[in-house]
T-cell receptor, first 112, second 114 residues
Framework: LAKTTQPISMDSYEGQEVNITCSHNNIATNDYITWYQQFPSQGPRFIIQGYKTKVTNEVASLFIPADRKSSTLSLPRVSLSDTAVYYCLVGDRNTGRRALTFGSGTRLQVQP | ETGVTQTPRHLVMGMTNKKSLKCEQHLGHNAMYWYKQSAKKPLELMFVYNFKEQTENNSVPSRFSPECPNSSHLFLHLHTLQPEDSALYLC?????????????FGPGTRLTVL
């Protein structure tokens, strides 16, 4: 199973764009990349998922280079409410593969 | 709202008590999960169910007993817990149990064992 590496923490200010990069050098052909957001004392929330190139939704964008060995979650114009832990997971969508576990994530602190 | 509900939201119990946590998903998913999250630690996957059948038990002590009567409901029965079991217990569901299937989490039950 592909292992991911992401920064432990990041700081930003309101209104800035935040990019969180995740490394997954051993990503397999059938693996998808999924990002979650977790606020204190709440369950993680699915943000975005992608396989290659760029995916965008109302919350974030996900950039995946051609070699797929890394991915970048982009949060446009962050606000204080974006302060949370962000998790990057890589996994195969084929039915029957073992479910993944969450790592330590990236703790994003947004300041005024 | 994620479509996954958990009750109770808070629970305080003594070490000799027996209690149960309940989870219900309204998403039509086939897989359900129990996670434990202790203070400032990553989520720990406890149990996985797929179509009501348990497919994973990550060496969880027997004082935690899961039950999945159907694909929409999941319970975690608790008995003779220890203070170190105090944590946030999270339920999640997904369409299938593959590593790439997005999981949708409930709000969690904050458990305190005295």
């Amino acid at each position: 199973l592909a292992k991911t590496t992401q920064p432990i923490s990041m700081d930003s200010y309101e209104g800035q764009e935040v990019n969180i990069t995740c490394s997954h050098n051993n990503i397999a052909t059938n693996d998808y990349i999924t990002w979650y957001q977790q606020f204190p004392s709440q369950g993680p929330r699915f943000i975005i998922q992608g396989y290659k190139t760029k995916v965008t939704n109302e919350v974030a964008s996900l950039f995946i280079p051609a070699d797929r060995k890394s991915s970048t979650l982009s949060l446009p114009r962050v606000s204080l409410s974006d302060t949370a832990v962000y998790y990057c997971l890589v996994g195969d969508r084929n039915t029957g593969r073992r479910a993944l576990t969450f790592g330590s994530g990236t703790r994003l602190q947004v300041q005024p | 709202e994620t479509g996954v509900t958990q009750t109770p939201r808070h629970l305080v119990m003594g070490m000799t008590n027996k209690k149960s946590l309940k989870c219900e998903q309204h998403l039509g998913h086939n897989a359900m999960y129990w996670y434990k999250q202790s203070a400032k630690k990553p989520l720990e996957l406890m149990f996985v169910y797929n179509f009501k059948e348990q497919t994973e038990n990550n060496s969880v002590p027997s004082r935690f007993s899961p039950e999945c009567p159907n694909s929409s409901h999941l319970f975690l029965h608790l008995h003779t817990l220890q203070p170190e079991d105090s944590a946030l217990y999270l339920c999640a569901s997904s369409q299938e149990t593959s590593g790439g299937a997005p999981q949708y989490f409930g709000p969690g039950t904050r458990l305190t064992v005295l």
